[in-house]
């Protein structure tokens, strides 16, 4: 871990140093004409003075040219510093957004008040999110405002990110870039940021989802099949004469010297509410393969959400049930969108203790579940109950290895999961996972438990 740490400060600083490799190259060949100038010294030919002349104002025409590119960024990167310093919270004014469209796609508004761009040359920025990553570079090239003094009008710019993980992105740090227009310089300057976006899931479901609910909380819409109702466990009522004495509080009673009841449950033939369960419980640790896990995490919270969105879409309220505890901001408007996007997985609450079999109408799954905690969820839930098994061994799914021969002709478009899918063949985590999917199925089979199968 220590040497990782160290990799990522590198490169984190790395940033920061002023020469580009297109500047060492440049005094690379510098060097190399020098040389090649001084061996032409030993001879005597006439031509030799002509070609001295010819070098030398070559050599003061691009010197003048490096020297001209190097104060045009460097008196942007200083006028940058000298401004921000003392107006550090208006330095840097980045405001970011999802268009409703396309929620991958995050959209990013910034404002350089004081940037200055250099002659011909080039104002980028980068962001820091989650402590440690950095997007690619974003180029900052409109005036700010339409003045007859350019300069001074300061930078704006409106960029677009593709945001692949579906969670919550923090965003600590922008980074400005003041670049010449030969590319030799690159002046960094660092600011503090505070932003939070979230990149919320998208329903991926087009089908009905056939369901009935099990609690009654309002006589709303009639069932087929007949309900018990809870009662009131923890409010009482006075004790009355027609009331059952077998419903006495007496730990009541022995306290305050007062009779209460507590409601009992009733056959109600009314249900109102679907309650949804989605564990997220892994119970094969693969953090190892952070990557792969993240890549499962967004297909499964896509799935989930979209199993809320098309139940929402009918008659009944749909109630989703986290097994993680999150503190939703004010700004958030669908509670229940915000609770999937920042769930991940865990290894806290098993499926004995998150899903309640009596009030369960749809249960999702998935290919890391224990075992052993669904047979006995199996064993003490009813006929009515749906289950949605989603194999998340498919996602890597591909003929990458078969097609070696045609990638050696023909050079594939390249995605974020290209690189995980050449190696998914042969990875320990597939076996692992197949054989984990096996079992629970089998289960499914061996307890008579219809279940649909999302692959």
Request: hydrophobic fraction near 45%; charge should be positive; glycine fraction near 2%.
């Amino acid at each position: 871990m220590k040497i990782s740490k160290a990799v990522q400060l590198v490169r984190y600083y790395k940033q920061f140093f002023p020469f580009r490799i297109n500047f060492i190259l440049f005094l690379l060949a510098i060097i190399f004409i020098a040389k090649w100038v001084k061996s032409l010294r030993i001879e005597t030919s006439s031509f030799f003075g002509i070609t001295l002349l010819m070098v030398k104002i070559a050599l003061f025409f691009c010197g003048t040219l490096v020297a001209i590119s190097f104060l045009s960024a460097f008196i942007c990167w200083l006028h940058f510093m000298l401004s921000s310093s003392s107006n550090k919270q208006q330095a840097v004014d980045v405001r970011m957004q999802t268009p409703n469209s396309q929620l991958a796609m995050l959209q990013i508004i910034c404002k350089l008040p004081f940037a200055l761009k250099p002659a011909l040359g080039f104002v980028k920025m980068k962001l820091m999110y989650d402590q440690e990553l950095l997007t690619d570079k974003l180029i900052i090239a409109n005036r700010l405002k339409q003045q007859f003094i350019p300069f001074r009008s300061g930078l704006a710019s409106n960029n677009n990110l593709i945001l692949d993980d579906i969670k919550e992105y923090h965003f600590s740090k922008a980074i400005v870039f003041f670049e010449d227009m030969l590319q030799f310089f690159s002046f960094a300057v660092a600011v503090d940021l505070n932003q939070t976006i979230f990149n919320l899931p998208v329903s991926v479901l087009a089908d009905a989802v056939e369901t009935t609910p099990k609690k009654t909380e309002e006589e709303l819409i009639r069932i087929e099949q007949i309900r018990k109702v809870e009662g009131e466990y923890l409010n009482y009522k006075k004790f009355e004469s027609s009331d059952d004495v077998r419903r006495i509080v007496w730990k009541i009673f022995a306290k305050n010297k007062e009779l209460v009841v507590r409601i009992p449950e009733i056959m109600d033939p009314f249900a109102s509410h679907i309650y949804l369960y989605a564990s997220f419980y892994n119970h094969t640790d693969f953090a190892l393969y952070p990557a792969y896990q993240q890549v499962f995490l967004n297909r499964y919270k896509n799935f989930v959400w979209s199993l809320y969105d098309v139940l929402h879409a009918k008659n009944f309220e749909v109630r989703y049930v986290p097994d993680q505890i999150h503190h939703a901001p004010a700004l958030v408007s669908n509670l229940t969108q915000y609770s999937i996007a920042v769930s991940n997985w865990h290894q806290d609450m098993s499926l004995r203790d998150y899903i309640k079999p009596q009030l369960a109408s749809v249960i999702c799954l998935h290919s890391f579940s224990d075992v052993q905690d669904l047979n006995a969820l199996l064993s003490s839930v009813d006929t009515n109950t749906s289950f949605y098994f989603i194999r998340l061994s498919t996602d890597l799914k591909s003929n990458y290895i078969l097609n070696f021969f045609s990638r050696l002709f023909f050079r594939p478009a390249t995605d974020t999961l290209t690189p995980l899918k050449s190696k998914w063949a042969f990875h320990t985590l597939k076996f692992q996972l197949l054989r984990n999917e096996k079992l629970l199925l089998q289960n499914f089979k061996k307890n008579n438990i219809p279940v649909e199968v999302i692959s």
